[in-house]
């Protein structure tokens, strides 16, 4: 039996995920009663694909300053080192409904995007590693399984 981890996701079994997903991975109450939830936005299966950091890199710019047009009190978007996915947390929403329909609408968004905010060198800590046209791979990619978003376990 594997060790039980202080991070959620390293007591997560990788090989039993089927990505595309998007999953609750858990809720911390703050003392005055405000919640934060954080959700696994996984684009890529673990362990056999990936994406390349200038795609990744942009997608991220582009989900963090578009999902905020859609979804109130985001706290953070930010890429998995694994880079297989991406964490969002938000304050005081436990819908997952609205987490989705907010994922949905910012792809989308990302498809129309004519540039990555902030890429440039005061804005951003390594403004060369960027790729719109990547990022939209990736974006379309997940937009064409939505249907299966919901689906986070392989069938045994």
Request: net charge negative.
């Amino acid at each position: 039996m594997v060790k039980k981890m202080n991070v959620e996701s390293f007591n997560l079994d990788h090989t039993k995920v089927k990505a595309p997903y998007v999953r609750l991975v858990g809720v911390t109450t703050g003392v005055n009663g405000d919640k934060v939830y954080k959700y696994d936005l996984r684009f890529k299966q673990p362990n056999e694909a990936h994406m390349e950091m200038p795609g990744l890199h942009s997608l991220e710019h582009l989900l963090a300053e578009k999902i905020r047009d859609h979804l109130d009190n985001v706290l953070d978007v930010g890429p998995m080192g694994c880079q297989t996915g991406f964490y969002l947390a938000v304050l005081n929403n436990d819908s997952y409904d609205d987490i989705i329909k907010a994922l949905a609408v910012t792809l989308e968004d990302v498809m129309i995007a004519t540039e990555v905010p902030a890429c440039n060198e005061v804005q951003c800590g390594w403004a060369a590693s960027h790729s719109l046209i990547d990022a939209q791979a990736i974006a379309q990619e997940m937009l064409n399984e939505r249907s299966q978003w919901s689906i986070v376990f392989k069938e045994e």
